[in-house]
């Protein structure tokens, strides 16, 4: 009977040594792990501010409805920048009302359009 991943060509186990021989041989065999942080390329940060998403646009009145996800919702007049394509294009005053992880904001400068990022940095 061989065991996968086993050092040894073919393990022949005889009773209860047999079998434990069995399991501490294929269990001794593990992946290296790599300490937290180890790694040059990754980089973790912890996201701060806000990051919402234009739901709809009503150009004649210019107001905008965000929607943020959960537990993230900007205070009333706070002002945040609204991104398309990583280039900001204008920006929006929250006015109010919400409800749910949505939000009213008014158009105080550029445009916006449906999609469009929001955030305050």
């Known amino acids: 009977m061989a065991c996968l991943n086993c050092p040894y060509e073919m393990c022949a186990p005889s009773g209860a040594f047999g ?3 069995i ?4 269990a001794s065999r593990k ?3 790599s300490p ?8 973790v940060t912890a ?3 806000f990051d919402g998403r234009v739901a709809s646009v009503n150009s004649n009145l210019q107001f905008v409805v965000i929607t943020f996800p959960v537990g993230q919702m900007p205070a009333m007049d706070q ?5 398309r394509r990583g280039l900001k ?3 929006v005053a929250i006015t109010g009302p919400h409800r749910d992880d949505s939000i009213v904001g008014d158009i ?8 469009d990022a929001i955030r305050d940095r």
Do not use: F, N, T
């Open 89 to 91: 294009v204008g920006e």
């Open 31 to 33: 992946l290296p792990v």
């Open 19 to 21: 079998g434990v021989l």
């Open 79 to 83: 002002r945040l920048a609204v991104y």
């Open 23 to 26: 399991l501490s041989g294929c």
């Open 108 to 115: 105080v400068a550029g445009e916006a359009a449906a999609g």
């Open 47 to 49: 996201q701060e501010g």
């Open 36 to 43: 937290a942080g180890s790694d040059p390329k990754l980089i």
